[in-house]
């Protein structure tokens, strides 16, 4: 049976925690290794992310795999669990769960602000008048109230 200790300290040695995109939350970990069944131990442990092989660059390397989690809300849940334990990679562990934790927020408040619009169309408000009341823009606003915002919202 696998256990969160034992999942941080491979997670130590074998993984890392990449940013992709610096002006958004775009965090990826990864978790590269020549035996296949102890990444697919720590998938089935959580229940996320995807194994893939990785090309060999060179004849007389052994095969290898690679865990990834993409997900944000996954990469959280993974780093939440695991954290408490990770000596080399504790704060980097950190940082990914407060600002994966900030953009969750955002989020939560992108998604009231668009129910708020709604609800204020459906009492008659402008647009303009909408966006004044809830501190946001005229072209934002009327995304929300279109329903073309939904997808984005989504995929913050």
């Known amino acids: 049976m696998i256990t969160p200790q034992y999942i941080a300290g ?21 978790v590269t290794q020549t035996n296949f069944e102890v990444l697919d131990e720590i998938k089935r442990f959580f229940g996320f992310g995807n194994i893939r092989e990785i090309k060999k660059r060179k004849l007389h390397w052994k095969e290898a795999w690679s865990y990834d989690v993409q997900d944000q809300f996954q990469i959280k849940q993974f780093l939440v669990v695991i954290e408490p334990y990770l000596l080399v ?23 009231n602000m668009a129910q708020e619009a709604r609800k204020l169309r459906k009492k008659g408000y402008s ?11 005229y072209q934002t606003v009327k995304r929300w109230v279109d329903g073309s915002e939904n997808v984005r919202i989504a995929n913050l």
Do not use: P
């Open 89 to 111: 990679k504790k704060e980097k562990a950190q940082k990914a769960i407060e600002e994966i934790s900030n953009y969750q927020e955002k989020i939560e408040i992108r998604k």
């Open 10 to 30: 491979f997670f130590d040695g074998e993984g890392c925690i990449t940013r992709k995109d610096k002006k958004h939350c775009s965090i990826a970990i990864c």
């Open 127 to 137: 647009l303009r008048k909408i966006a004044k009341e809830i501190g946001s823009n």
